[in-house]
Nanobody, 128 residues
Framework: QVQLVESGGGLVQAGGSLRLSCAASGRTFTNYAMGWFRQAPGKEREFVAAFARSGIRIVYADSVRGRFTISRDNAKNTGYLQMNSLKPEDTAVYYC?????????????????????WGQGTQVTVSS
C-alpha cells in the first residue's frame, strides 16, 4: 500500500512563491510516474505537472509552464512542486499522485485516471 502526504501549502500574496512536497511511503516511487493536480472550488480537478517513470520526460499545463517546476529527490522518496510568480487563479487544493501502471506516455500523464494513488491534498491560497 502506498501513502502520499502533501505539505507546504499556505497563504501567499500574488507574485510570491511556495514549494509543495509529496512524501511517499510504502513503495519506492522512483520507478513510477508522479503528477501534481489541483482543484478549485466548484471546478474539476485539473492537471498541473508530471514526470514520467524515467524522471526524464516532464510535462506541464500551459497555465503553469515557466512558473512551476516539478522535481523529486529519490533518496528522500519525495516529490516537489516549486511554484513561483503565483497568481490568484492558482488558488486550489493541490494533490500529488502516483501511477504504478506501466510507463504512461506524455498525454496520459495529464489524465487523472492514469494515477492509482493520491494524497489528501494541501490548500494553496493566493491573495491579490
Amino acid at each position: 500500500q502506498v501513502q502520499l502526504v502533501e505539505s507546504g501549502g499556505g497563504l501567499v500574496q500574488a507574485g510570491g512563491s511556495l514549494r509543495l512536497s509529496c512524501a511517499a511511503s510504502g513503495r519506492t516511487f522512483t520507478n513510477y510516474a508522479m503528477g501534481w493536480f489541483r482543484q478549485a472550488p466548484g471546478k474539476e480537478r485539473e492537471f498541473v505537472a508530471a514526470f514520467a517513470r524515467s524522471g526524464i520526460r516532464i510535462v506541464y499545463a500551459d497555465s503553469v509552464r515557466g512558473r512551476f517546476t516539478i522535481s523529486r529527490d529519490n533518496a528522500k522518496n519525495t516529490g516537489y512542486l516549486q511554484m513561483n510568480s503565483l497568481k490568484p487563479e492558482d488558488t486550489a487544493v493541490y494533490y500529488c499522485a502516483l501511477s504504478t501502471r506501466g510507463n504512461p506516455i506524455a498525454s496520459m500523464l495529464r489524465v487523472t485516471e492514469t494515477y492509482d494513488y493520491w494524497g489528501q491534498g494541501t490548500q494553496v491560497t493566493v491573495s491579490s
